[in-house]
């Protein structure tokens, strides 16, 4: 079971902070990193024969906060649309998430496609290298590439991105 605490002391870090550049929330992140470790043990027999049995864990965690965040959106426009039906007032769904600041940065992320918001998600916030991600989103490496290219492109053209370069590179 050493073998198994390394894996997690290792790949905790780095999967909390992906999972929460997808879903947003770092408490639901956490969850979601303990259950992906949790079927991990599970099938400990199993995963500890794979050649990187960390890919494995991280792609059950990218998964489950891909599921979660989906959910949570279809959650969220729901709500929305009862809250208007319940509502007058637009300012009831001022967007706490307008501030340009980080979280506003990984506001833009989760908007982007999936697949693209995973490779983001686990080179900017995992602090994977493209061999890494490519392992972990079962993919070739110039697709990972291409994902991370896509992403940067969309997100350059983003509201919310080029207002907090400006906000960055003036800070007065």
Same mark, same amino acid.
């Given at each position: 079971?050493?073998?198994?605490?390394? @894996?997690?002391?290792?790949?905790? %870090?780095?999967?909390?902070?992906?999972?929460?550049?997808?879903?947003?929330?770092?408490?639901?992140?956490?969850?979601? $990193?303990?259950?992906?470790?949790?079927?991990?043990?599970?099938?400990?027999?199993?995963?500890?024969?794979?050649?990187?049995?960390?890919?494995?864990?991280?792609?059950?965690?990218?998964?489950?906060? =891909?599921?979660?965040?989906?959910?949570?959106?279809?959650?969220?426009?729901?709500?929305?649309?009862?809250?208007?039906? *319940? *509502?007058?007032?637009?300012?009831?769904?001022?967007?706490?998430? *307008?501030?340009?600041?980080?979280?506003?940065?990984?506001?833009? $992320?989760?908007?982007?496609?999936?697949?693209?918001?995973?490779?983001?998600? @686990?080179?900017?916030?995992?602090?994977?290298?493209?061999?890494? =991600?490519?392992? %972990?989103?079962?993919?070739?490496?110039?697709?990972? +590439?291409?994902?991370?290219?896509?992403?940067?492109?969309?997100?350059?053209?983003?509201?919310?991105?080029?207002?907090?370069?400006? %906000? +960055?590179?003036?800070?007065?």
């Amino acid at each position: 079971m050493d073998d198994f605490a390394d @894996l997690v002391n290792s790949e905790s %870090t780095g999967l909390i902070a992906a999972a929460t550049a997808i879903v947003g929330d770092r408490q639901r992140a956490e969850e979601i $990193v303990q259950v992906a470790f949790e079927r991990c043990f599970r099938r400990w027999g199993q995963v500890s024969q794979l050649d990187k049995p960390g890919a494995w864990a991280r792609r059950v965690a990218i998964n489950e906060a =891909i599921s979660v965040a989906r959910r949570s959106s279809s959650e969220h426009r729901a709500v929305q649309r009862f809250g208007a039906m *319940a *509502a007058s007032s637009a300012e009831a769904f001022a967007d706490p998430l *307008a501030a340009l600041d980080d979280e506003g940065v990984w506001a833009a $992320v989760r908007s982007l496609p999936r697949d693209q918001a995973a490779a983001i998600a @686990l080179r900017y916030g995992a602090d994977l290298g493209v061999e890494d =991600i490519a392992d %972990t989103l079962r993919l070739t490496v110039p697709a990972v +590439k291409s994902l991370l290219h896509r992403g940067r492109t969309a997100l350059r053209s983003s509201p919310a991105i080029q207002a907090y370069a400006e %906000t +960055k590179a003036d800070p007065s």
